[in-house]
């Protein structure tokens, strides 16, 4: 059985980051999958015959695929959605485009041709030390958007009030407006409201994964304060998961596949969540690797390709 992957040409962004992700972990000794990074101008233009199913990482600003492109294409054809909100499972997909749909999110369950899938983890040969084992290492990363108090882990450091290092990462992201000029702005900000126990360490690289999850393993806790309510499950917490550090997550609903795994802030503080949290990383982890992952597709293509 034969399988191609078309995803959003490569970009800084966590709808291509998503794509590539779920395709490393959809790699099976049952079946090739191709894998093709195609421009939205040119989805209509390429050749998808020779292949038993189709897996289009669909969305409506990086890859949209109308029906008129679909219908011209043989096999199955499914649609990965991403952007799954608290109620609706495709609130972005104005018509039934697919003939079947891995939505990205273990709280849905399974429906006609909805197929529930958490978000797969990767993996990496080794992970780090931590930076320190004498304070507290916190690390914080992310695109700066509306919704996210950086600040708030600054002044929570401030507060601990004994010795601690603070690592914030903001790189660039392609579709976010942000810029170089906007994150050292910010940078400036924080550094000015910072307290004298507080060793704050500001990079903006814009990491791959495996440097990601590295760089989370050195911290003994990885914050993400996000305020703010809109579809689709967190990307940024899944570098931290396998690094297996302590997580800090808020109440929001974008860690909705999280919160019955571990506690959240503000329920719990940063130095108890650095160690109440590593039992349910250990369950996210087996819960969603990869195996599983493989083994929900199969179930898919057994239950399409009839």
């Keep these: ?45 390429q050749d998808y015959s020779g292949y038993d199913f189709i897996i289009f990482n669909w969305h409506h600003n990086t ?64 992970l780090l030390p931590l930076l320190s084992e004498d304070v507290p290492v916190f690390g914080t990363f992310g695109f700066l958007a509306p919704g996210k108090d950086f600040t708030s882990v600054l002044q929570q450091a401030n507060l601990l009030g004994t010795p601690c290092i603070l690592r914030m990462n903001f790189p660039d992201g392609t579709f976010t407006g942000q810029s170089s000029s906007m994150s050292k702005s910010f940078a400036e900000h924080l550094q000015r409201l910072k307290g004298p126990n507080v060793d704050l360490r500001i990079t903006y690289d814009y990491m791959h994964k495996n440097a990601l999850i590295r760089w989370c393993s050195q911290n003994s806790l990885n914050i993400f304060p996000y305020y703010r309510d809109l579809p689709g499950l967190s990307a940024v917490t899944d570098q931290a998961i396998v690094a297996n550090r302590g997580i800090a997550i808020t109440n929001c609903n974008t860690f909705r596949h999280m919160h019955r795994y571990i506690e959240h802030f503000p329920n719990q503080g940063y130095l108890g969540l650095s160690k109440s949290t590593l039992p349910g990383i250990k369950q996210m982890q087996e819960d969603w690797s990869n195996k599983n992952f493989v083994a929900k597709f199969q179930e898919l293509l057994s239950e399409r390709l009839k």
């Design 1 to 45: 059985m034969k399988g191609l992957f078309i995803n959003q040409v490569k970009s800084q962004c966590s709808i291509y980051e998503s794509g590539y992700m779920i395709y490393n972990a959809l790699k099976s000794k049952d079946y090739t999958l191709d894998y093709r990074e195609v421009p939205v101008a040119q989805i209509g233009k």
């Design 63 to 126: 890859l949209p695929i109308s029906s008129v492109v679909l219908n011209r294409i043989k096999g199955l054809r499914i649609g990965i959605v991403l952007e799954v909100g608290p109620y609706a499972i495709r609130p972005f997909m104005p018509e039934d485009l697919f003939d079947a749909y891995m939505i990205i999110d273990p709280t849905k369950e399974k429906s006609g041709k909805n197929y529930v899938f958490p978000r797969p983890l990767e993996k990496v040969d080794y």
